[in-house]
């Protein structure tokens, strides 16, 4: 059944009433029909039944693209936007249509481009002048509806798909219903539901989960209008294609740095939890993700409400410089939009799973069941890296300093083999020609420095056999710009200037970023020669953690083209290689054999409330995760117990050589990496871990609680505990004596 509604809309007032289509039950499943009438509180009496599937019903108020989901066994419920009966404290301008509306779009129009909203709502402007009239189609399907949206004056349009699929609600807009008509109109952003789930003030007992780090939390507390703005942060990180990072960004002289950037977000989710009714979700994108940023403001954050939402980047705007200093720019939009469907799915979580720990349990089923993550081997190994070899300036150009040669590393190996370290991961890095900075790289020819390509070869073959892993490390994503006289190779940000990574050092200050297409080439040739030297395994950097646009011979490419390179490049370098790979982003997880550089924390936003191992939770038991380097953390006590929290492997960077010479090298802020001073600490974190592994071997964290005392307690699938207290004084935790500052291992079916 169809139904055109075609009202001519103010961009602010609605007539709430409009045409409802009184049987929208006629095409869902009868024998999903609920039994009697509406079920839901009289403040949802316009909302109509649509579908419904054994665990949820969905119900529809068309003028808004407004849906409630109602749970069948508890009655609770959950809603895509405010109506004017729940609706609380005031809402004024664009807010009324973020409140009100399914979808939001913020257009670019005029010659000036200037950023307007419209939405489906007519509430944002008094006036009695219609100024968006628009047309609204539904067409209802077995497990949901079609909405078509068309803003008739200005030439846009799109259609949202809204599927219930058991306790899941997708929903879609695909790339080919997204219409831009007329000249100088077009889409700058889509807000897709941005208040599902919302909540006024302090009004339910929850949080908001933040895709920050490990994970975050923000609490459903009154927030006392502390804060002007929350959580808004591209899915994958900043787009340098658009923006380039400034030189010298937050370094102290041009040289030190200063402040920690934050973390770029790795995981395309976010959720709610409202657990007071028992009821929440995680929300994935899971197509539009790679231009698409994830919102999560807390209230008095402009508006009184607590939500969380996807938001779309469709066409981006950029500074077009017009002379070659630089210092006149204009400003310019994208020439042609993006191009993909978008698509968010919202898991629904009910009972003791809507907590951050269901989210996280919902998210590694979907990984898992979407072949998105793939078991890998877990054995415990801690990871000890080496740095082989740097450079530092001489009379003319530079000269090596070699830090750890491959005879070093395999006495390094066999004192730790001696001492009890049965197995280990290892990065060695800095092997090859010219040192840890020479890149890019795209064959294993190893330093004569170091010992050459002989040598290491022999010395991975000897490690292996010892259950020693020894991967060479290679950054895919830069070119140096001083071992590199032509730049054709280099690529270019969407206006056309080279994009370059200013690193403030004082022998390589800058860099490149490889076209992606330079770097599957490149890529490529170094898989061939790895296997052909019987090396199986390769460690990672540069692309795993970074995703750009470009432009090359006045074409242009998206984030999206880049992530299509690098993903077709290792999914064909993973069927012949391991690959372990630094802070992948999730696009990647299918291909990676290691997760390295695992976040332990968040980026200490002021408005967050709370972090959480909500990485950590997923990944467990599927995937050997390892930390930063231990011997940089300033407060190694507390790296110790996180380690024991979240099952991550201990991870070091050690050289054979002493630190002091990397002083005028490109790496002098490794401030402490010699063996010597880290052998004990190696050995004993060995030691504690790989007992904790042996318990845990094979099994996923089913549960995590946080206990009285600053006492955390790990419950693992095959039912062994890890209770680890953070607290300076001694704690009894289900009748375990924990010491100050210590972790204990409760294995399953151990009694305490």
Same mark, same amino acid.
Not at 457 to 464: D, R
């Given at each position: 059944?169809?139904?055109?509604?075609?009202?001519?809309?103010?961009?602010?007032?609605?007539?709430?009433?409009?045409?409802?289509?009184?049987?929208?039950?006629?095409?869902?499943?009868?024998?999903?029909?609920?039994?009697?009438?509406?079920?839901?509180?009289?403040?949802?009496?316009?909302?109509?039944?649509?579908?419904?599937?054994?665990?949820?019903?969905?119900?529809?108020?068309?003028?808004?693209?407004?849906?409630?989901?109602?749970?069948?066994?508890?009655?609770?419920?959950?809603?895509?936007?405010?109506?004017?009966?729940?609706?609380?404290?005031?809402?004024?301008?664009?807010?009324?249509?973020?409140?009100?509306?399914?979808?939001?779009?913020?257009?670019?129009?005029?010659?000036?481009?200037?950023?307007?909203?419209?939405?489906?709502?007519?509430?944002?402007?008094?006036?009695?002048?219609?100024?968006?009239?628009?047309?609204?189609?539904?067409?209802?399907?077995?497990?949901?509806?079609?909405?078509?949206?068309?803003?008739?004056?200005?030439?846009?349009?799109?259609?949202?798909?809204?599927?219930?699929?058991?306790?899941?609600?997708?929903?879609?807009?695909?790339?080919?219903?997204?219409?831009?008509?007329?000249?100088?109109?077009?889409?700058?952003?889509?807000?897709?539901?941005?208040?599902?789930?919302?909540?006024?003030?302090?009004?339910?007992?929850?949080?908001?989960?933040?895709?920050?780090?490990?994970?975050?939390?923000?609490?459903?507390?009154?927030?006392?209008?502390?804060?002007?703005?929350?959580?808004?942060?591209?899915?994958?990180?900043?787009?340098?294609?658009?923006?380039?990072?400034?030189?010298?960004?937050?370094?102290?002289?041009?040289?030190?740095?200063?402040?920690?950037?934050?973390?770029?977000?790795?995981?395309?989710?976010?959720?709610?939890?409202?657990?007071?009714?028992?009821?929440?979700?995680?929300?994935?994108?899971?197509?539009?993700?790679?231009?698409?940023?994830?919102?999560?403001?807390?209230?008095?954050?402009?508006?009184?409400?607590?939500?969380?939402?996807?938001?779309?980047?469709?066409?981006?705007?950029?500074?077009?410089?017009?002379?070659?200093?630089?210092?006149?720019?204009?400003?310019?939009?994208?020439?042609?939009?993006?191009?993909?469907?978008?698509?968010?799915?919202?898991?629904?979580?009910?009972?003791?799973?809507?907590?951050?720990?269901?989210?996280?349990?919902?998210?590694?089923?979907?990984?898992?069941?979407?072949?998105?993550?793939?078991?890998?081997?877990?054995?415990?190994?801690?990871?000890?890296?080496?740095?082989?070899?740097?450079?530092?300036?001489?009379?003319?150009?530079?000269?090596?300093?070699?830090?750890?040669?491959?005879?070093?590393?395999?006495?390094?190996?066999?004192?730790?083999?001696?001492?009890?370290?049965?197995? =280990?991961?290892?990065?060695?890095?800095?092997?090859?020609?010219?040192?840890?900075?020479?890149?890019?790289?795209?064959?294993?020819?190893?330093?004569?420095?170091?010992?050459?390509?002989?040598?290491?070869?022999?010395?991975?073959?000897?490690?292996?056999?010892?259950?020693?892993?020894?991967?060479?490390?290679?950054?895919?994503?830069?070119?140096?710009?001083?071992?590199?006289?032509?730049?054709?190779? =280099?690529?270019?940000?969407?206006?056309?200037?080279?994009?370059?990574?200013?690193?403030?050092?004082?022998?390589?200050?800058?860099?490149?970023?490889?076209?992606?297409?330079?770097?599957?080439?490149?890529?490529?040739?170094?898989?061939?020669?790895?296997?052909?030297?019987?090396?199986?395994?390769?460690?990672?950097?540069?692309?795993?953690?970074?995703?750009?646009?470009?432009?090359?011979?006045?074409?242009?490419?998206?984030?999206?083209?880049?992530?299509?390179?690098? =993903?077709?490049?290792?999914?064909?370098?993973?069927?012949?290689?391991?690959?372990?790979?630094?802070?992948?982003?999730?696009?990647?997880?299918?291909?990676?054999?290691?997760?390295?550089?695992?976040?332990?924390?968040?980026?200490?936003?002021?408005?967050?409330?709370?972090?959480?191992?909500?990485?950590?939770?997923?990944?467990?038991?599927?995937?050997?995760?390892?930390?930063?380097?231990?011997?940089?953390?300033?407060?190694?006590?507390?790296?110790?117990?996180?380690?024991?929290?979240?099952?991550?492997?201990?991870?070091?960077?050690?050289?054979?050589?002493?630190?002091?010479?990397?002083?005028?090298?490109?790496?002098?802020?490794?401030?402490?990496?010699?063996?010597?001073?880290?052998?004990?600490?190696?050995?004993?974190?060995?030691?504690?871990?790989?007992?904790?592994?042996?318990?845990?071997?094979?099994?996923?964290?089913?549960?995590?609680?946080?206990?009285?005392?600053?006492?955390?307690?790990?419950?693992?699938?095959?039912?062994?505990?890890?209770?680890?207290?953070?607290?300076?004084?001694?704690?009894?935790?289900?009748?375990?004596?924990?010491?100050?500052?210590?972790?204990?291992?409760?294995?399953?079916?151990?009694?305490?």
């Amino acid at each position: 059944m169809q139904k055109r509604i075609r009202v001519f809309l103010l961009v602010i007032v609605l007539a709430m009433g409009g045409m409802m289509i009184a049987a929208a039950a006629e095409n869902a499943d009868t024998d999903a029909v609920p039994s009697a009438g509406n079920p839901l509180p009289d403040s949802y009496a316009d909302y109509v039944f649509v579908t419904a599937s054994d665990q949820y019903e969905m119900y529809l108020y068309e003028p808004q693209i407004s849906v409630v989901l109602r749970n069948r066994e508890t009655g609770a419920l959950i809603a895509s936007t405010l109506n004017e009966n729940t609706k609380k404290g005031s809402l004024s301008g664009k807010w009324l249509g973020y409140g009100f509306s399914g979808v939001v779009l913020d257009v670019l129009s005029g010659p000036s481009k200037n950023y307007e909203q419209v939405d489906p709502v007519q509430k944002k402007k008094m006036s009695k002048d219609v100024k968006d009239p628009h047309t609204l189609t539904y067409t209802f399907t077995p497990d949901g509806f079609d909405a078509e949206l068309y803003f008739t004056e200005r030439g846009l349009g799109l259609t949202l798909q809204v599927r219930l699929q058991g306790d899941e609600l997708l929903m879609t807009i695909p790339d080919e219903s997204i219409q831009e008509d007329m000249p100088d109109s077009y889409f700058g952003m889509i807000s897709l539901s941005p208040m599902f789930g919302a909540t006024y003030m302090d009004d339910h007992t929850g949080y908001m989960l933040i895709p920050d780090g490990n994970g975050a939390l923000i609490w459903l507390t009154d927030k006392e209008k502390r804060f002007s703005t929350g959580y808004s942060q591209m899915i994958y990180g900043q787009d340098d294609g658009f923006t380039q990072r400034s030189a010298g960004e937050a370094l102290f002289r041009e040289r030190y740095q200063m402040v920690v950037p934050p973390h770029p977000v790795i995981m395309p989710v976010f959720g709610m939890a409202h657990t007071d009714e028992g009821i929440g979700y995680i929300a994935i994108v899971e197509q539009g993700e790679k231009r698409c940023s994830v919102e999560a403001h807390p209230n008095g954050a402009m508006i009184d409400y607590n939500r969380c939402y996807a938001k779309f980047l469709i066409r981006d705007a950029y500074k077009q410089p017009l002379n070659q200093s630089e210092s006149t720019k204009m400003d310019m939009l994208e020439q042609d939009r993006t191009h993909h469907d978008l698509a968010v799915r919202y898991c629904l979580l009910s009972g003791d799973d809507a907590t951050y720990v269901g989210m996280a349990r919902r998210y590694r089923q979907h990984l898992l069941e979407n072949g998105i993550l793939v078991p890998r081997d877990t054995t415990y190994r801690t990871r000890v890296d080496f740095l082989a070899e740097e450079q530092e300036k001489f009379l003319v150009g530079t000269r090596p300093v070699v830090m750890t040669d491959v005879e070093e590393m395999r006495a390094i190996i066999a004192d730790l083999r001696e001492a009890g370290v049965q197995s =280990a991961f290892s990065e060695y890095r800095g092997w090859q020609n010219g040192g840890l900075w020479a890149v890019p790289v795209d064959s294993f020819a190893a330093d004569s420095a170091i010992g050459g390509t002989g040598a290491l070869k022999n010395a991975i073959e000897e490690a292996a056999s010892q259950d020693y892993l020894i991967y060479p490390y290679v950054d895919a994503l830069r070119m140096n710009a001083d071992l590199n006289a032509f730049t054709h190779d =280099a690529a270019k940000m969407v206006n056309k200037t080279t994009l370059k990574d200013q690193t403030g050092r004082q022998v390589y200050e800058l860099f490149y970023y490889l076209l992606p297409e330079k770097t599957t080439e490149k890529l490529g040739r170094l898989t061939e020669s790895l296997e052909r030297n019987g090396v199986g395994g390769l460690a990672l950097s540069g692309i795993t953690d970074h995703l750009f646009s470009w432009s090359s011979r006045n074409n242009f490419y998206s984030r999206n083209d880049g992530a299509d390179a690098y =993903a077709g490049i290792l999914k064909d370098m993973a069927g012949s290689l391991s690959l372990a790979m630094e802070e992948p982003f999730q696009y990647l997880w299918p291909y990676m054999s290691a997760f390295l550089n695992t976040p332990l924390d968040g980026s200490d936003y002021l408005y967050v409330d709370e972090e959480v191992p909500f990485l950590t939770i997923t990944l467990k038991g599927i995937i050997p995760m390892y930390s930063d380097y231990v011997n940089f953390e300033a407060n190694r006590t507390e790296t110790y117990l996180a380690l024991a929290e979240t099952g991550v492997y201990p991870s070091f960077c050690v050289t054979k050589q002493d630190t002091s010479r990397l002083i005028y090298t490109n790496s002098s802020d490794m401030y402490s990496t010699q063996y010597d001073a880290y052998r004990t600490s190696i050995i004993d974190f060995d030691r504690e871990f790989r007992q904790m592994a042996e318990k845990t071997a094979g099994a996923l964290i089913a549960d995590y609680e946080k206990l009285a005392g600053n006492v955390r307690k790990i419950i693992y699938s095959n039912g062994t505990i890890v209770y680890v207290n953070y607290s300076w004084d001694p704690r009894t935790a289900d009748g375990i004596d924990l010491a100050p500052e210590s972790f204990a291992v409760v294995a399953g079916g151990d009694a305490p």
